[in-house]
């Protein structure tokens, strides 16, 4: 079934992976983007809306008649504000005053109670010292979406990678279970997608990864 779906961070490597394989689905996009120019993809059934997501007016006009959210928003790690906080804030408020309720969000693996399936070097050297600013905004990304009134799923992906969709991948894994803690943006494009048709992981973070 064709649905209208707008997608913020499109520009971003899984955003686009987004854009082609629900184009190919046959579904309405929407691809809300800062610089219009760093999206290539062209196609009759793609709209693309320039806006700032730290902007509501700009997020609340976009929002109208979709029916499915994605959101993809990602920063350098070294960047120190809560773009991903404020922004998913945003979104939210706009589905919720457009009366749009489904909402896909991916964040990352490797925080809060998802911690315990890092590797040693990543949980005490790299999220410390690298990694501590973008986890931090993404907690609080979580924690907004929880607190909405939205149909939400959170997709908790591991390293992401340029590889090829294979579409064979783990989720919902246990802190213990054996990942490689990497998977395909094109991976996570497509669970992120499987989630319009299935309630399964509705109100659930679920982590991903190979």
């Given at each position: 079934?064709?649905?209208?779906?707008?997608?913020?961070?499109a520009?971003?490597?899984?955003?686009?992976?987004?854009?082609?394989?629900?184009?190919?689905?046959g579904?309405?996009?929407?691809?809300?983007?800062r610089?219009?120019?760093?999206?290539?993809?062209?196609?009759?059934m793609?709209?693309?809306i320039?806006?700032?997501?730290?902007?509501?007016?700009?997020?609340?006009?976009?929002?109208?008649?979709h029916?499915?959210?994605?959101?993809?928003?990602?920063?350098?790690a070294?960047?120190?504000?809560?773009?991903?906080?404020?922004?998913t804030?945003?979104i939210?408020?706009?589905?919720?005053?457009?009366?749009?309720?489904?909402?896909?969000?991916?964040?990352?693996l490797?925080?809060?109670?998802?911690?315990?399936?890092?590797?040693?070097?990543?949980?005490?050297?790299?999220?410390?010292?690298?990694?501590?600013?973008?986890?931090?905004?993404?907690?609080?990304?979580?924690?907004?979406?929880?607190?909405?009134?939205?149909?939400?799923?959170?997709?908790?992906?591991g390293?992401?990678?340029?590889?090829?969709?294979?579409?064979?991948?783990?989720?919902g894994?246990?802190?213990?279970?054996?990942?490689?803690?990497?998977?395909?943006r094109?991976?996570?494009?497509?669970?992120?997608?499987?989630?319009?048709?299935?309630k399964?992981?509705?109100?659930?973070?679920?982590?991903?990864?190979?």
């Amino acid at each position: 079934m064709s649905r209208k779906i707008i997608i913020f961070g499109a520009t971003g490597g899984t955003g686009q992976q987004l854009i082609i394989q629900s184009l190919a689905k046959g579904h309405h996009v929407s691809a809300f983007v800062r610089s219009p120019q760093k999206l290539q993809i062209q196609n009759r059934m793609l709209s693309v809306i320039k806006g700032d997501v730290l902007n509501y007016n700009e997020v609340h006009g976009a929002m109208n008649g979709h029916k499915i959210v994605f959101s993809c928003l990602g920063m350098p790690a070294s960047d120190k504000t809560n773009l991903r906080t404020v922004g998913t804030a945003n979104i939210i408020k706009a589905m919720e005053s457009h009366k749009v309720n489904r909402f896909i969000c991916q964040t990352s693996l490797g925080y809060g109670d998802s911690k315990e399936v890092l590797p040693w070097h990543m949980k005490y050297l790299v999220v410390p010292f690298i990694l501590k600013n973008a986890f931090k905004d993404h907690e609080s990304q979580e924690q907004v979406i929880q607190n909405s009134k939205t149909e939400w799923t959170i997709i908790r992906p591991g390293n992401m990678t340029n590889g090829k969709r294979t579409g064979k991948y783990k989720y919902g894994f246990q802190p213990t279970d054996k990942i490689k803690l990497k998977i395909s943006r094109s991976d996570v494009a497509d669970f992120m997608l499987r989630q319009i048709e299935s309630k399964e992981h509705l109100y659930k973070k679920v982590g991903i990864s190979y």
